[in-house]
């Protein structure tokens, strides 16, 4: 089982092993407050209507095929992280 693990839940592991893991007080209460941020965190709420040129709309098609995820999907991730700060230009 150890070896299908990445490093860091191997870390996690050896941690909880030491006996260096603590339980959350409420962890009924901590569960359900992450269950309803997983549910609302990327709940699409909106509509938009994009147009972008043919050359950007078939490179957005092909790199979601490659990822294997409809393209869609592959924009609004893009939009989202470069919103975020997580995707920047290169400079």
Known sequence: MNDQLNPEEREILESFERGELRRVPD???EMA???HAARTTFKKTRRVN???TERDFDL???R???EGIPYQTLLSSV???YL???LT???
Do not use: F, N, W
């Open 27 to 29: 962890v009924e209460g």
């Open 33 to 35: 407050t992450a269950r």
């Open 50 to 52: 994009l147009r972008v």
């Open 60 to 62: 957005a098609h092909a």
């Open 64 to 66: 979601a095929r490659e």
């Open 79 to 81: 939009i989202h992280k």
């Open 84 to 86: 975020s700060g997580r």
């Open 89 to 91: 230009e290169p400079r």
